[in-house]
């Protein structure tokens, strides 16, 4: 069984993690010039959230709305949310790795194995999140390649936002992460077959969110995603300067 999608939410999951990534990307050059190393630190969570929140997970919510399986779905709450921490904390240990290490970018290499990490965890994690009357099998091949797109895509990524410091600099870093971030989704997509089953498995602890609520929920992460990009956005223009 294959899913068709909606190519307007296709477009939407792409805008999202682009402008996360770009958020998260100003950030990031707020840890190289912070002088203390407490706002390094704070610089280095912030953009952790931002990339792994705003860029990965919200873009893997709305892309999973773009898939139409003609199933009856719903999400594990639980498994949701740890999804979101593995992006969270995989990104923030990236940047940190590239960010706070007296090496710098010669640390890019484990710094794109952690983010391409948390991008392929959070994707898989989520999809095993999913209460359907299905259940997953993957091509395995296809599954190795999304993840070599992401960390590939997420090590050019990084390169230019620590060594590009314009603007537009920025905004080509976030595209180049917002491909990185589509292109591991859709990939992994591709290779996930769904098989239909009698039974749907029961939600955990948490609950589950229902099928209905998602397009509100959709809405709510995208709007917040922008209102982040926007903030941070502010916040990088009118920061102190750096003393020489």
């Keep these: ?135 997953i099998e993957y091509n395995l091949n296809i599954l190795l390649i999304s993840v070599i797109i992401a960390v590939v895509a997420a090590a050019a990524a990084l390169w230019m936002a620590f060594e590009l410091r314009g603007m537009w600099q920025k905004f080509g870093s976030a595209l180049v992460m917002g491909v990185a971030v589509c292109g591991m989704h859709y990939t992994g997509m591709a290779a996930a077959e769904y098989v239909p089953t009698q039974a749907v498995p029961e939600a955990g602890f948490a609950g589950a969110l229902s099928g209905q609520h998602i397009g509100v929920a959709t809405v709510f992460i995208s709007l917040a995603v922008i209102l982040l990009t926007l903030g941070v956005n502010r916040w990088y223009r009118q920061r102190p300067a750096v003393p020489v």
């Excluded at 050059?29 to 952790?48: C, N, P, Q, W, Y």
């Excluded at 709305?62 to 498994?79: N, R, S």
């Excluded at 007296?102 to 991008?119: C, D, I, K, Q, T």
């Design 1 to 135: 069984m294959l899913g068709e999608y909606s190519i307007p939410l296709v477009v939407l999951s792409y805008v999202i993690s682009v402008l996360g990534s770009f958020a998260a990307l100003q950030l990031v050059t707020a840890i190289s010039e912070a002088v203390m190393k407490a706002d390094r630190r704070k610089a280095v969570l912030f953009a952790g959230v931002a990339m792994g929140a705003g860029a990965i997970w919200s873009m893997h919510f709305v892309g999973m709305m773009a898939q139409h399986t003609g199933m009856p779905m719903a999400y594990d709450v639980a498994g949701t949310l740890y999804s979101v921490v593995v992006a969270i904390a995989a990104c923030t240990a990236g940047l940190a790795l590239i960010g706070l290490g007296r090496s710098g970018l010669r640390n890019l290499v484990p710094a794109a194995v952690f983010m391409g990490a948390g991008v392929a965890g959070m994707h898989y994690m989520g999809m095993e999140a999913m209460l359907m009357p299905a259940s």
